[in-house]
């Protein structure tokens, strides 16, 4: 343990809980006159001038962050709405604004990433050396033939060369499709052979905790299956055995070999593909996204800016986000490197090979701004704040949470535990869909609220729609997005009418529409929207409990159940019921080596009743090792219902733990094996 952390003695078991049950009266916290002090922003007047013109405002930002190779002579094209335009004309290179400018501007010994693998293994990477690197490769790509338009895809693990990967893609104009390591050769085989990717980008092997994971040998019998894949470049890894097939597959270095070293980025078309990326898939088939460039730069580069208060010359930032979802695209890659600040990235899950190997790394490295997922953040509740308390936290100047709400209570375990009560928190809210956040507090503006999202970004309009249509104030509804934004998505990929549909159909048929000049995008999630303006989301529109004539957002109640001391984290689910149409049923973890019982089942039922209502008491809970998670952190809802009805899982490979479904399934089973046939829910109807 570090002296500091020593001499600070930190809030621990009895005296934390009450410090935490004391905040919990707390609504809000104003910014500290510290932090005001040193901001970016600090006035209210951002975004009267936003409102005042938002178009002109969104010109002034892409203006002013990003190099242009050529002007724009149109910021919004609204003529073929919702397919919206952004920056007509402009042309750029995303590579060159994420390592060129900063290299040519005499900061290229500037480190870009500090690296440390699941070993022990450390590396830094400069701005110099990723640009070298990622040049080097875009010409590799180019002398296989693959140029601008062709589909590249990426399948590896959180190391540098995944970022040089994206940007050598980006370099030549071959928007890139970064696939989870962790998802399946199947589920790899359908993204590749959906957008016809040429090239894939990949590695010899990984690590999966002390395994090693020869992932090119695993992965060759789909490869062999896709017509479309011309080139196949391997990164070495970890030693892995990786058979390789002439005429396709090279090595990373014989590539780099091949193409020469040179590659000037291309000038490109503001609205030219980025990249394309499949939504998680927790409902129904998934969606293919396709971000542009001028468009998602320039709203990716102003919220990485703002809302975390990146200084280049001081901030160690970490966002524990994987390339292969948005948020690693946006957070962990993009966004970072066009402000030229250090980042972080860590190979491996929190708890390998500890469960305090985070804290020993924001120690290491002096990281300075904090960037994770509420269920990542449950998780350190269930382990026990010992952990964290163990090493010297005090480099944490601004904390940010992002992937689903989270709960208040959880907030403040974040904010007093990991941010000793000094750090900001700020919890973001945005989509794969959305390219950028667009609810989220300004750090130096804004009170935060335990639990809510925040105010609007300046130039972002949403509101809260009831069924008819209608906006409401203070109670749950649709959130809907009035206004378009730059990074929003350009369509789906193949499916444009289902973008239109998807998107901005959901009020068609009720004049919605026509209420406004432009038509708004429907995000899917229940939300409200309190007297102060703060944004509370609360999960899924789908996500909602009906009991009797009361509807209860599961979001809401999982919200009440952990704010139990015991309680780690909760997912809760609508099963039918013959008298009340449903009631909810509860899959609930417990913090430590906590087991469950019938007087901690009453105590959180009282927590429920006490907060909720009556309507909201669950009346079957489930104690669970763990819950149905994405790799992102999302709880698959969907699965559990499944558990509950007997339903078939069918691909669960998107899981963080596909194990975990067999552990839920005899836990559920356990717990109908001790009620009376009467007891138990109606039939799930057939499909």
């Given amino acids: 343990m570090s002296k500091l952390a020593a001499r600070q003695a930190p809030l621990l078991g009895v005296a934390l809980e009450r410090e935490l049950q004391r905040l919990l009266a707390v609504e809000s916290f104003e910014p500290s006159a510290e ?54 004309g402009g042309r750029l290179n995303a590579s060159y604004n994420c390592l060129d ?58 190391v540098p060369e995944v970022v040089a990967a994206m940007l050598a893609c980006a370099r030549i104009g071959a ?44 992965i060759d019998p789909v490869l062999d299956e896709l017509a479309s894949l011309e080139t196949v470049i391997v990164r070495r890894h970890r030693e892995a055995s990786c058979p390789m097939r002439p005429g396709r597959d090279l090595w990373w270095d014989e590539a780099v070999a091949a193409g020469g070293g040179s590659c000037p980025p291309e000038s490109l078309d503001a609205e030219h593909p980025l990249f394309l990326l499949y939504t998680s898939g927790s409902t129904g088939k998934p969606k293919v996204v396709v971000h542009s460039t001028g468009g998602y730069l320039t709203g990716v580069h102003w919220t990485s800016k703002y809302v975390f208060d990146l200084k280049p010359e001081s901030d160690v930032f970490w966002c524990t986000a994987d390339a292969g979802w948005v948020t690693g695209h946006s957070y962990s890659t993009y966004g970072p490197l066009m402000n030229g600040v250090t980042s972080m990235m860590y190979e491996g899950p929190p708890d390998h090979p500890h469960r305090a190997i985070w804290w020993e790394l924001v120690e290491r490295s002096r990281v300075t701004v904090l960037y994770t997922a509420p269920t990542i953040i449950r998780s350190f509740i269930s382990w026990g704040a010992e952990l964290p308390a163990g090493y010297d936290l005090s480099s944490l100047r601004l904390l940010g949470t992002v992937g689903e709400p989270i709960n208040p209570k959880a907030w403040l375990w974040y904010r007093t535990v990991i941010g000793g009560g000094r750090c900001p928190i700020v919890d973001t809210w945005w989509q794969t869909e959305t390219g950028a956040m667009l609810i989220a507090p300004l750090p130096g503006v804004v009170a935060t609220k335990p639990g809510a999202a925040g105010r609007p970004l300046p130039a972002i309009l ?7 249509g209608d906006p409401v104030l203070g109670e749950q509804g649709a959130l809907v997005l009035r206004r378009p934004w730059p990074s929003m998505l350009r369509t789906l990929y193949k499916e444009n009418e289902r973008y239109r549909q998807t998107y901005f159909g959901r009020f068609d048929d009720r004049s919605y529409f026509g209420r406004f000049a432009e038509p708004a995008y429907y995000v899917g999630d229940a ?10 989301i609360e999960g899924r529109v789908d996500d909602v409990i009906t009991v009797g004539s009361e509807r209860l957002p599961s979001a809401r109640i999982e919200s009440a159940i952990v704010a139990h001391p015991k309680v780690a984290e909760a997912g809760v689910i609508g099963l039918r019921d013959r008298e009340r149409g449903q009631i909810a049923c509860a899959f609930v973890t417990l913090v430590g080596d906590t087991q469950g019982s019938p007087q901690l089942e009453q105590e959180i039922r009282e927590v429920v009743l006490e907060r909720l209502g009556e309507a909201a ?71």
């Fill in 527 to 536: 939300a409200r929207v309190d007297a102060d303006g703060h944004f509370w």
């Fill in 462 to 468: 949403p509101e809260v729609l009831d069924d008819d």
């Fill in 35 to 88: 932090f005001r002090a040193q901001a970016l922003i600090t006035d209210e007047s951002v975004y009267e001038e936003a409102e005042r013109d938002y178009e002109g405002w969104w010109a002034r930002q892409a203006g002013e962050l990003l190099d242009w190779i050529a002007p724009w002579h149109t910021v919004l094209d609204q003529s073929d709405a919702p397919n919206y335009r952004w920056f007509l």
């Fill in 617 to 687: 008491v669950p009346r079957r809970i489930v104690w669970a090792v763990d819950l149905a998670k994405t790799r992102s952190g999302k709880i698959m809802r969907r699965l559990l219902r499944n558990v509950a009805y007997g339903l078939d899982p069918g691909d669960v490979t998107t899981l963080r733990d596909p194990r975990v479904m067999d552990d839920l399934e005899r836990s559920f089973a356990a717990v109908v094996a001790t009620e009376s046939p009467e007891s138990r829910p109606a039939p799930q109807p057939a499909k």
């Fill in 175 to 218: 928007p890139h499709n970064v696939v989870f390591l962790g998802s399946s050769p199947q589920t790899l085989h359908q993204q590749l052979s959906y957008s016809e990717a040429v090239g894939l980008i990949t590695v010899d092997g990984a690590l999966q905790r002390d395994a090693t994971r020869a992932v090119k040998q695993e």
């Fill in 101 to 158: 400018r900063h290299v040519l501007a005499g900061r290229g010994e500037r480190v870009a990433y500090h690296w440390h693998g699941q070993l022990g293994e450390e590396r830094a990477v400069t701005y110099a050396e990723l640009l070298h690197e990622a040049e080097a490769l875009a010409a590799g790509l180019r002398a296989r033939g693959i140029g601008a338009g062709d589909v590249v895809a990426i399948y590896m693990p959180m």
